[in-house]
C-alpha cells in the first residue's frame, strides 16, 4: 500500500462546476498538506498549505483536511478551463526533507 | 524571471553515456531538493542540501547518481551510465529559511534511448 493514495482520473467537468479533488494516507505522522497544480510539461505549482483539521480558504480553492480519517481534499468552485491540469496532494512530518507526493488527479474544465 | 531555472530542458542521450543537468534556486533560498517524476506519478525525492551539505539521500539514488552544490547556490545532478529506466522528468525545488514551502523549477526531461 502506497502511503498517499490519490485517484489519478481523468475527471472531466463543465466550465463552472464544482471540483472536489481528494487523497487519502497511511502514515498518521503526517502534519503539514499541500496541494500543487502542474501543467504539462511544467513543474509543480504550490496551491494550498495547511497543517491543522479543518478548512483553509483562498479564492476559489478550499482545502480541507481531516487527520481522524487520514484524508485530505481540495475544492475547487466556479472552475475555469484554465484549472486544467494534474493536481497533487503532498505531505510531510517533522521536516520537508522527504515529501511524499500523491500520483496526480488529472482534470480538464470544458467550456 | 526570479523562479527556479533548470537546464537543460530536455535530455536525449543513448544508453551508457553520463548526462548533467544544472538546478539554480532561487536567491537566497538555502534548501534545494531533487525528485524525479514519471508519467502519471508524483515527483519521488532523490536529495535534499541546506547550502553546500547533501543532507539526505532516498534508496532511488543509486550509485550512478550524484549531486552537488558546491558553493550552496547552483546544484548539479549526475547520472553515470544511464540506464532506459532513468528516462523520467528530474525536478528540482528550493526553499527560504525558516518556511517549508518548496518551489519547483520546470524540470528537466530525461529520455534514454
Known amino acids: 500500500q502506497k502511503e498517499v493514495e490519490q485517484d489519478p482520473g481523468p475527471l472531466s467537468v463543465p466550465e463552472g462546476a464544482i471540483v472536489s479533488l481528494n487523497c487519502t494516507y497511511s502514515?498518521?505522522?503526517?502534519?503539514?498538506f499541500m496541494w500543487y497544480r502542474q501543467y504539462s510539461r511544467k513543474g509543480p505549482e504550490l496551491l494550498m498549505y495547511t497543517y491543522s483539521s479543518g478548512n483553509k480558504e483562498d479564492g476559489r480553492f478550499t482545502a480541507q483536511v481531516d487527520k481522524s480519517s487520514k484524508y485530505i481534499s481540495l475544492f475547487i468552485r466556479d472552475s475555469q478551463p484554465s484549472d486544467s491540469a494534474t493536481y497533487l496532494c503532498a505531505m510531510f512530518w517533522g521536516n520537508n526533507n522527504d515529501m511524499r507526493f500523491g500520483a496526480g488527479t488529472r482534470l480538464t474544465v470544458k467550456p | 524571471d526570479t523562479g527556479v531555472s533548470q537546464d537543460p530542458r530536455h535530455k536525449i542521450t543513448k544508453r551508457g553515456q553520463n548526462v548533467t543537468f544544472r538546478c539554480d534556486p532561487i536567491?537566497?533560498?538555502?534548501?534545494l531538493y531533487w525528485y524525479r517524476q514519471t508519467l502519471g506519478q508524483g515527483p519521488e525525492f532523490l536529495t535534499y542540501f541546506q547550502n553546500e551539505a547533501q543532507l539526505e539521500k532516498s534508496r532511488l539514488l543509486s550509485d550512478r547518481f550524484s549531486a552537488e552544490r558546491p558553493k550552496g547556490s547552483f546544484s548539479t545532478l549526475e547520472i553515470q551510465r544511464t540506464e532506459q529506466g532513468d528516462s523520467a522528468m528530474y525536478l528540482c525545488?528550493?526553499?527560504?529559511?525558516?518556511?517549508?514551502?518548496?518551489?519547483f523549477g520546470p524540470g528537466t526531461r530525461l529520455t534514454v534511448l
Open positions: 525545488a528550493s526553499t527560504p529559511p525558516s518556511t517549508d514551502t518548496q518551489y
Open positions: 502514515n498518521s505522522a503526517f502534519q503539514y
Open positions: 536567491s537566497e533560498h538555502n534548501r
